[in-house]
């Protein structure tokens, strides 16, 4: 285990220096600047509007910082070759894989605990504690780990940058259109479609589960209330499975 | 060639081929033909040949980057795929990168933990090495504020971190200047000298006379020949030389066979077996010979031969002796 932790604080290290993470956090701080912005401008409700451009806030920021490391690291590791002196190293390609999984989510926590320290704190300070933010927050959290495992698995397997990125691009935007894809598989489609929705709704992963801003205002909800252990059960079965996937992708690989 | 303990690597039927799986242009390219090859511990082994010859497909079969499509590796009487053997193993690539933002201390001290460094073991060691590849200075610096031949340093570096017994280079000396050739070939040496096996690919031919004991020449995906470099050395007749006269009277040369030559080059070229023979002759014709140089280094002219380009060296050494 201590090589898996040698690899993710160097994938930390690696990661939060690279200029792209800092031009991000700058983009991430002006997300927070506006949406502080437009709950003040806004009439009623600014509470609401803070909460809900926020949480999308982070989920967005989530994404993109991970499609940015996937990006960096896949020009690094594949194309200049860097990753071929870390495997010729008494490293196995599961320690490798793990190790960037668990570096990359690292980085994404970074930015995440930035910001929700930062709304959180804005949300206790003028509209008094409000937990069901702090679990929203949790569960981006949580999704990010099933994401970056996913889309390191992808990476594994993609012969591009652009691939890569554009996969884990569509796995998270189709993962939150789950209960919609449900909807049109219950209207009876054509065989092609019916079997595009079926491999979409059975292969990628269901990213509602970690998704509590649309419920965030329902009376009967309470943190106690939620079914934590059907969501980690959920996210590190898929998250395991995803590994694995990787990891026998990284085992076959050729690298020419 | 040698009994397999004291064979560091143990190649049998290895060949490679790549399948290019473009749906608009399918085909298969053999890298490797099936080779046999050994190489003995504690000694230098040099690989030669041309770009696209399969030296870099070959140590990249040996340590385990590529699946060969037939045959096996032995690396130190094991499998590549087996930590205990990688800890046991160093490999620089040609121009080896690293992340931009990391220093070179930090790099290594990354590098040596996977090698099971820890503590104050570790820190010693990083110490070491910075000093044998001689970026104490430097080591703070960022890799993004190195140069090219800084770059090169830090990859012998962390092929050394983690004292191998056996170091796979592919390209070692590429990019560095003249004063960088010379400090790796004294690390290569230093490193021959406490026993380490060095297996290398290269283009720079006169590196694998200074440094090695074995040279193998592979060409077309074809081991041509495997050979002692002191063997290769005993070849010189083969080579080609330039004999240079000063101030000879044209008279003198009446009826030498390279009196044209000689009066309109001040000096002719003249093959290693005919050598003794012209330069007794000049002897007794009483002319002075000012220098008898070779016109290719022994490997080179080794080399090529090997994969029958002769024609190429008479060419360079016409080259040559005209300038």
């Known amino acids: 285990m201590s090589r898996v932790a040698a690899v993710a604080w160097f994938s930390f290290r690696e990661l939060v220096r690279s200029k792209l993470l800092v031009v991000w956090l700058l983009a991430v701080g002006l997300l927070c600047g506006v949406a502080y912005l437009l709950a003040y401008l806004s009439y009623g409700e600014p509470l609401r509007i803070f909460m809900d451009l926020g949480l999308a806030g982070l989920e967005a920021a989530g994404l993109v910082v991970l499609l940015l490391e996937l990006a960096v690291t896949y020009n690094t590791d594949m194309e200049q070759k860097a990753v071929f002196l870390q495997l010729t190293k008494p490293l196995t390609r599961g320690e490798y894989l793990l190790g960037r999984v668990v570096g990359f989510w690292m ?42 495992t996913l889309g390191l698995a992808y990476q594994m ?67 106690a209330a939620l079914p934590w252990g059907d969501i980690a059960l959920y996210a590190f079965g898929y998250s395991f499975a995803a590994f694995l996937v990787g990891w026998w992708a990284l085992e076959k690989r050729e690298f020419h | 060639m040698t009994s397999p303990s004291e064979t560091a690597l143990r ?73 205990v053997i990688r800890a046991r193993v160093g490999y620089l690539p040609e121009l080896p990168y690293f992340p931009r933002q990391m220093t070179a201390r930090e790099l290594l001290a990354y590098y040596g933990y996977l090698y099971g460094l820890r503590g104050k073991g570790l820190t010693a060691r990083v110490e070491e090495i910075l000093e044998i590849v001689r970026l104490q200075k430097a080591s703070g610096y960022r890799i993004a504020e190195y140069s090219k031949g800084m770059q090169q340093r830090v990859g012998i570096a962390q092929a050394l971190i983690g004292k191998p017994e056996l170091i796979l280079c592919d390209e070692p000396v590429t990019g560095l200047d003249p004063v960088g050739y010379r400090e790796v070939r004294e690390i290569f040496l230093e490193l021959k000298r406490t026993g380490t096996t060095l297996f290398f690919n290269t283009h720079v031919l006169s590196e694998v006379e200074k440094i090695c004991d074995w040279v193998g020449v592979l060409h077309e995906g074809v081991l041509r020949r495997v050979a002692r470099v002191s063997e290769v050395m005993a070849e010189k007749l083969e080579m080609d030389y330039w004999v240079e006269l000063t101030g000879v009277a044209a008279d003198r040369l009446q009826g030498f066979a390279h009196a044209e030559t000689a009066a309109r080059s001040g000096g002719f070229q003249v093959s290693g ?51």
């Open chain 1, 157 to 223: 397997i993609a012969t591009s940058m652009v691939g890569t990125v554009l996969f884990t691009f569509f796995t998270s935007i189709l993962g939150h259109t789950m209960s919609q894809i449900r909807w049109a598989l219950e209207r009876k489609p054509d065989p092609i479609l019916r079997f595009l929705l079926n491999g979409t709704y059975y292969l990628l992963p269901n990213l509602e589960v970690f998704n509590l801003k649309d419920r965030l205002y329902d009376p009967t909800l309470t943190t």
């Open chain 2, 11 to 83: 190649v049998r039927n290895l060949s490679k081929i790549y399948r290019h799986n473009n749906p608009f242009k399918r085909h298969r390219e053999a890298a490797l033909q099936p080779l046999d090859l050994d190489v003995p511990s504690h000694q230098a082994f040099g690989l030669i040949g041309l770009n696209g010859a399969g030296k870099t497909t070959l140590v990249k079969i040996l340590l385990g980057l590529l699946t060969p499509t037939t045959g096996s590796v032995e690396v130190l009487g094991g499998s590549i795929g087996s930590r």
């Open chain 2, 273 to 323: 077996r005919e050598l003794s023979g012209v330069l007794g002759d000049l002897s007794a014709r009483g002319i002075t010979v000012s220098g008898v140089r070779p016109l290719s280094s022994l490997v080179e002219s080794f080399f090529l031969r090997t994969i029958g380009r002769e024609s190429d060296l008479m060419f360079t050494n016409r080259r040559e002796a005209r300038s």
């Open chain 1, 107 to 148: 980085v994404n926590c970074l930015v995440l605990l930035g910001m929700t320290l930062f709304i959180g704190g804005f949300i206790a300070f003028h509209h008094g504690q409000y937990p069901l933010f702090w679990v929203a927050a949790a569960l981006v959290m949580i999704q990010m780990f099933l994401l970056t």
